[in-house]
């Protein structure tokens, strides 16, 4: 369960994270070569500010994840935060999201669904522990025959 | 000549990134379980066992030189076609690099994953 709410935090953080530097950037305007000096001022933009935390919890939970679980089951999990960003620039930004996005939203979808329902993590010595289990039912086999 | 400059620079940027994902994944498998770490010892003590490793540095490097071959790629090539085409090639990127120097299981459900997440990306550009 507590695994689950680790891939939770990296789908939800992540996709967020994003939204709102989006949204800060919003308030801050084009930054150029002539005003690039202005980047700074986003560190003083609350949005900006609650986007970083965001990544900041993106980062500690996808360490985490990884402690645990194979970089080719974290990666899809990862990549619902597509499907948040989608959400958010929806409902939150108002953007338009065309047919074709709601379909790759569709396949993301599928994606992630398909990897989390399999193992999370590749087991070390499989095939030695399935000869192991294998002699060891022989084994009892034989002591039943005898 | 332009277009090969670009796609030189999304080429690098992939396996830059692929490289960053895989070091840090290679790094988290040494240190153990985060969560129980912070839980036993504190989030200092996590902090400073996960600085400590050397993989996790590299890590650290491929991404960051990644983040500057995407602000160079986004220089020379519309964001339109740099972003999905990065993320999407780093997926695939990824899942054969953590198969061969991860040496973890990636069966056909985590390919055809991969696959779906791949298109899927390519088509939120649309």
């Known amino acids: ?146 | 000549m332009s277009s090969l400059k670009l796609w030189s620079a999304i080429g690098l940027l992939v396996m830059a990134s692929s490289a960053g994902d895989v070091l840090l994944s290679a790094a988290m498998k040494r240190i153990g379980d985060l969560d129980q770490l912070r839980a036993s010892k504190g989030l200092f003590a996590v902090v400073r066992r996960v600085f400590a490793e050397k993989h996790f540095l590299f890590g650290l490097l491929s991404m960051t030189v990644g983040f500057f071959c995407l602000l160079t790629a986004l220089s020379w090539g519309d964001a339109s076609l740099v972003a999905p085409a990065s993320a999407s090639l780093t997926f695939v990127c990824s899942a054969v690099m953590a198969k061969f120097l991860l040496h973890e299981d990636v069966d056909h459900r985590r390919w055809i994953s991969a696959a779906l997440v791949c298109i899927g990306v390519a088509l939120l550009t649309k």
């Open chain 1, 1 to 146: 369960m507590k695994k689950y709410l680790f891939y939770l935090a990296i789908m939800c953080f992540g996709g967020t994270g994003d939204v709102m530097l989006k949204r800060g950037m919003m308030d801050l305007g084009p930054i150029t070569l002539k005003n690039w000096s202005h980047i700074f001022a986003a560190l003083l933009d609350p949005w900006i500010l609650l986007g970083i935390g965001c990544l900041i919890g993106f980062f500690y939970s996808y360490l985490t994840a990884l402690s645990w679980a194979d970089l080719t089951y974290v990666l899809p999990a990862t990549a619902f935060g597509y499907v948040i960003i989608a959400m958010w620039s929806r409902f939150f930004l108002h953007e338009n999201i065309s047919a074709w996005r709601w379909s790759g939203v569709l396949l993301i979808s599928c994606g992630v669904g398909l990897v989390t329902r399999g193992p999370s993590v590749t087991r070390r010595g499989a095939a030695q522990e399935k000869e192991t289990q294998l002699s060891m039912k022989q084994m009892g086999e034989r002591h039943e025959l005898a």
